[in-house]
């Protein structure tokens, strides 16, 4: 797409420079520190599976253990190894010796080396794996496609995964491209991932490894009859965002929620422990192929649209630098922005255009993530209608990337199976209807429309800047991020959080980060 | 944690409607849930009361949990309600049985081949929209050269004689015409549907038909958006058709009921 | 408006030659004919009110007497002026003397002078309380300002008046700007205008005299609670439509739907008739500063928009032609046009506003009705709902002067209390968040946007120019227009057409044309 | 044809519902039309049989003439209806009487007066989004400083001191919290409320407040989009807030309710 808001490339240079000196520093961070849900999922990625009898899963048995409170600053995976080595048993087996207590981890004392070379070996084989996932996926877009862009993105939340399967394949038909499995209420708060395929949830379905495989499955099987792939995305985020990553990784997810910022600002959850975290799943994502999305629409629904609208930006300035340093590529990318205005305000039309071309231009490589109305949704459903009718026209009109379904019921619950219908086919009208606008406009020098885009940059710029003179804990410490304040040690998840002492040593990672050609940081 | 589809595990499927499946009961996100949404107005100015109102109503209505989820004052008197709720009832969807109209489907081609190898002479049909509504294009999608969806009209037929009379046909004229013309098919298309002028319109057509003794010797058939098969039955035609028929289904039905009726009675009836 | 488009000059300058030829000749048609509706007019303007005890209007009675036959050529006004002297009643009471049979028009034989100063005093009295109606019009608006533009315009038609004012009144205080009161569904179809207060018709209201009272006097009150004039439209058309025009004008109806066109293509009046009738219509209106609107709009619903876009441009402006030659101005030509294109064709948007744009361009100073999607409406009210949203969009985007709110329900039936109100909701959100759409944008030169203008106005050209060649009676014959044909001699109401004798007389007339300052026609 | 408003017809008043007004329904263009809209998927394909059951739930609905305007195929075993009819039902409104929160409207100045006034001294407010509901939006806009809807929220009061615990607050915290803070007031907000959590949640608040023995000195207040009034009296609680609710009108209530109690027990809790 030719340009069309003649943005001052100075302003999102300063604005990139600011940007990375913050994901530097965030990354300096979280480079010292590990956390439990990364040792679970180094363990989850060399292969253990499974939980113990009251459902909690062996890797969190194993972090939990009372020996493991001294070994995680070391990282697991050298204790572990030690243990495999003694007990003779695979990955999953040693876990639930430990489980049992047939086996304390402190007290393993097998050779070190052979210990290293088991864990090492396991992750190396991790590695081909995914790799094979990755090229599983590509094998599909290959022969299939996926459609066209924007993809057309829609959640299926019922609480039951079957009953989540039958629905998405109602989407499908109705020319969904990707579906959302949305997690139940608060599960992001959850310190261990549940087992198995669930049936009960509220507000959304429990992210399971079973649930991502029966709906991957269940995909699959709709992609061929429709010809066309459908991405499956969930979400790698809360405490234990990066098993939720491995896991996605490893079952063929295509898309995943991860953003710090979200889980600190809306969940409340550490920052310090999600950032870390964070460090470590998109590494895990990177190398996946998988497009992870980011949460800044988010901060609209606290913070106000019209004032506001450069926070999203400078997030995403700040999403892209963190994410292009875990090595991620500009098109995984799925940088988060919405429609949140009073849709009542004259010519609000025209300022979220200005915003969503905006970004559109400063990430010309990345498929932006554009959410629909949700704040100023009703109950009343016509009205919400057209308001999600006008977002899918200003979506097309500025070519996004991802584009989330609006439902007209979003006022009142999870969508019900004729709302994703009515949404996907008013949708697909509206953007076919005015498919090659954006080819045939351009905005008038002067307007309105240039000057938001403008104004909007020109105070990310500075709230960069200030960001990168104050530092990212300090300026989420002073609200400046949708209206919310949190201290670097408030929130929930502190306590996962380990120094890395000097002997730090995670195969898995040096794998991950040898694979997007990172340096490794073992040893 | 392996990738081979085969070793995945099968999707269980979820069960229509617990035990009884031919009960069917509304769907929102969870069988059984009986999710249905509603809106009216009430001819009472907006309040709590009026609310509430709205709330019993869905609840005489039969949906348990009824949830007023919007309301509007309309002014003068008046307000609007979106409500959602669960619908108690259930339908027997076994023990219905929609009465359909009963014809192969066949192409253009093969319906003129039909009529020359079975029907043995041309079909006269005579259409016209009648009483005073004036919506044509129904009629016209079915008659038109130019056809509808992709279909060519009965005018393009090699083995179909037309005669389109067009918009707002009194009845009486409907009946000389086709007199005149001999027809063997009425079609009749009728839109406007207030105060159920469509269906007074017919059956006077049937009645006047009758009274001139030639019901038998026409199939008279009759459509438009609010006209169902049942419906045509019910007011005396042969067959009626909604919303979206196409010129072949018509043509399909008429080819072949006339070989029916023509072999049961012996022939053709002579056109002139 | 700034123009967007380029549009040929040359080719609209051919358009208005070619349409300027079309009109002198139909109007040359019709100042040599009368018709009994002119007649009609005639008599209801200076004066003859009321019906018979069957209810049969009082001017038809007159004009359907066994004298009038010989009578109508020259024209009604002389006998009953002889009529009027010889019975010394007002106009109404001879008209009941007449009807009553107690007077036989054709033996009136009072004094010529006496009988043409009579109808000529009552012709200028008439002229007089005319202007005063519209004075009163002026009044308001000076006084109350009406919104801004595009008008929005809404109908009522539950058959029963007094419920059509609740509807009425309903509408305007969710934004109504023009109040438009469908006739039952075939009034067009009768000869004669009913008389009184109705509460019984379908599909509409009935036109009469009194219903246009009881609803102007509603509008008047909710207009000063609204603190803006609300205008109130009807139907100058049909086998009445010199009636309806003059009863319009007497009751201060603002706007009057008024195409001989529509009549002829969709009602088969007869062409001569309603051509004829409609000269003398439109010459009523010009002076009452009624804004007539016209059918092109319709001409869609039976041609394809893709394929005869062109008509609907080029029957705007054989109406503007004959409209300017009535002594209608500019800002009272409603000029119609329609939305029709299948939502599900690609680009159909930009085609839409091409469209749109181009007439706005081409009529820069009349108030162009702009006609929602009907044609692919369906029973799907949420579809429909953004259709319509579309629509609005189109409409504020190119700078519509009437706009017709589409209703969700028009695959159904006449609007519900409650279709308005969401529809002009809808409308009013999308116009304010796209309110100055227009002024920042541009369409790039050698888009699909200008190319279609282009096509379209050249299309119109030629056919304007055959259309000049071959006279519109032909062109109609041939069905150029909403693919249907029509005859000369075919249709509802030629036996009403009479061409006029040598002393052709006509008081009213005269005082009409003077009005608008064109020359009288009498003697 | 004279134009004077006063030579005009009066417009007789349309009649509501005939001869006993209160006897409310629908209305779509005429009086007693009992127009009715309403919509809902089916857990069967879609087919001449679907399109009838759809039919005939409306119909046990209690609308008559239904008639299927829209219908589509979501497939796997899915259609979707959209369906008109006419409401047989009637609801008496004269008999219908809904709980208000009795508190006099008064504004920001006026309520810091009233408290300093009538209380004798500050009211200490503690509010929570609780349970695991994140959605805070709703309980800073009665509580945060800049308020909502340009009105000014608690903080901003003189003589209200406020606590607000912020989102994701489990019952039992907000309790230890209310105790330390010798809350007056408690605000809970609850915006989630699949499998009617709100419901357990709230009525749990009230179970624990009871147990610990101070149900009776602190006012319990809920607020949500799915909150009403007659609800929070329903689970225990003393008023309860629905959507749109402003600080002001949460204010008024708890000045005016406060004054009513402590006036009652001769006079204010003492704080600390
Ligand atoms: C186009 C149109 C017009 C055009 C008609 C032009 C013409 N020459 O036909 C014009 C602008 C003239 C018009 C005028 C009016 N219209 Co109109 N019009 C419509 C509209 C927009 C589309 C109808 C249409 O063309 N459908 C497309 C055709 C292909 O579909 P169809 O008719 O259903 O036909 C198909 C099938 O039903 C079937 N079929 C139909 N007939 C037959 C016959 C046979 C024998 C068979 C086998 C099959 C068959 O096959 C066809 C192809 O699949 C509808 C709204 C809508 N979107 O439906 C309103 C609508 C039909 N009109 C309506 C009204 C009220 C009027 C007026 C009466 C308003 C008034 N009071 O002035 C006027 C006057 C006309 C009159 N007296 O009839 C109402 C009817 C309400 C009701 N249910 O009674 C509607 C629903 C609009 C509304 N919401 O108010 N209208
Ligand atoms: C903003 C929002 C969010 C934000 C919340 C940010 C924040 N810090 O608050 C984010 C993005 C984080 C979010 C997340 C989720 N959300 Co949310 N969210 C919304 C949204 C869009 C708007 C809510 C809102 O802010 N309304 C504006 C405020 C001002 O209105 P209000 O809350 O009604 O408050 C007013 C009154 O009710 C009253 N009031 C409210 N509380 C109180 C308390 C007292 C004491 C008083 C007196 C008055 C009072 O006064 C207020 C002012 O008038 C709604 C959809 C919608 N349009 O309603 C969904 C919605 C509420 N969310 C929903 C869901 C399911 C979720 C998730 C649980 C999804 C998931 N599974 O992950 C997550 C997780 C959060 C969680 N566990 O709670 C559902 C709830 C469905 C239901 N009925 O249960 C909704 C309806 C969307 C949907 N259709 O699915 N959400
Ligand atoms: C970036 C991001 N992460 C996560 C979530 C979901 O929340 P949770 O992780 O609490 O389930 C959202 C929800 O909108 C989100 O935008
Ligand atoms: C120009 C025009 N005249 C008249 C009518 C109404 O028809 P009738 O005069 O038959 O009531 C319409 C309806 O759309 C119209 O567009």
Known sequence: MEPKLDLDPEAIRRCRKAAGAVAESVLRFAS????????????????????????????????????????????????????????????????????????????AVAGEDEARERVAALARAAGGRVAAVA??????????????????????????????????????????????????????????????????GYGGTFATQANFRVMRTALDEVSEEAGRYVRLCNYASGLCMPEMA?????????VMLNDALYGILFRDINMQRTLTDQAFSRLVS?????????????????????????????????????????????????????????????????LEVAQAQMAREIFPESPLKYMPPTKFMTGNIFRGHVQDAL????????????????????????????????????????????????????????????????????????????????????????????????????????????????????????????????????? | MSMTPTERPEAPKVEPTGPEPHLVKPYGDAMGDGAVQVSFSLPVPLSDESR??????????????????????????????????????TVDIARIVVPRVAAAPMGFHEIDEFISHRLGRKVRVIGACTGSDAHTVGIDAIMNMKGFAGEYGLERYTNVETLNLGSQVPNDVLLAKALEFRADVVLVSQVVTQKDVHLTNLAELVDMVEAEGIRDRVLMICGGPRITHEVALELGLDAGFGPGTTPTRVASYFAQELERRWKAAGGAPVTR
């Open chain 1, 286 to 350: 990177a190398a996946g192929g998988i497009i992870i999305n980011t949460g800044e629409d988010n901060y609209l629904t606290t913070a106000d649209a019209r004032e506001a609208a450069h926070t999203v930006l400078a997030s995403q300035f700040i999403n892209e630098a963190i994410a292009l340093r875990c090595g991620l590529r500009p098109w995984q990318l799925g940088l988060g922005h919405a429609m949140q205005m009073n849709p009542n305000d004259e010519d609000m039309f025209l």
């Open chain 1, 32 to 107: 010292e520190r590990t956390t439990a849900s990364i040792e679970r999922a180094t363990l989850r990625l060399i292969g253990v599976e499974g939980a113990d009898a009251d459902g909690v899963p062996l890797v969190n048995r194993v972090v939990d253990c009372d020996a493991a409170k001294s070994i995680l600053p070391s990282g697991i995976s050298l204790a572990f190894g030690k243990a495999m080595v003694a007990t003779g048993l695979d990955a999953s087996g040693t876990a639930r010796a430990v489980a049992d207590g047939k086996l304390d981890l402190g007290k």
């Open chain 2, 52 to 89: 509430e109102a709205a709330r019993r109503l869905a609840g005489k209505m039969g949906l348990t949990e009824p949830q007023v989820y919007h309301e509007a004052d309309l002014g003068h008197g008046f307000s609007y309600f979106i409500v959602y709720g669960k619908c108690r009832h």
């Open chain 1, 391 to 523: 977002f899918s026209l200003a979506s097309v009109m500025t070519g996004q990337g991802i584009h989330l379904l609006g439902m007209m019921t979003e006022a009142m619950h999870t969508p019900h199976i004729h709302d994703r219908y009515l949404a996907l086919e008013a949708t697909r009208m509206v953007m076919t209807a005015a498919r090659n606008l954006s080819e045939e406009m351009c905005w008038k020098p002067d307007g309105k429309v240039r000057h938001r885009a403008a104004e909007v940059l020109a105070r990310a710029t500075d709230m960069l800047e200030q960001v990168e003179a104050e530092g990212l804990f300090a300026a989420l410490e002073k609200g400046r991020f949708a209206d919310v304040a949190r201290s670097p040690k408030g929130g929930r998840g502190l306590k996962g959080v380990h120094a890395k002492s000097k002997g730090y040593w995670n195969p898995v990672e040096d794998v991950l980060r040898d694979a997007v050609a990172l340096p490794g940081r073992s040893e």
């Open chain 1, 246 to 254: 491995s896991l996605g990784r490893m079952e063929r997810l295509d």
């Open chain 1, 135 to 200: 090229a599983a996926r590509n094998a599909f877009l290959d022969r299939l496609g996926e459609g066209r862009r924007p993809l057309l993105y829609v959640i299926v939340a019922s609480g039951n995964i079957y009953e989540d399967v039958v629905q998405a394949k109602v989407c499908v038909k109705a020319g969904a491209q990707v579906i959302a499995v949305i997690r139940s209420t608060a599960q992001s708060l959850l310190d261990y991932i549940p087992e198995g395929a669930t049936t009960e």
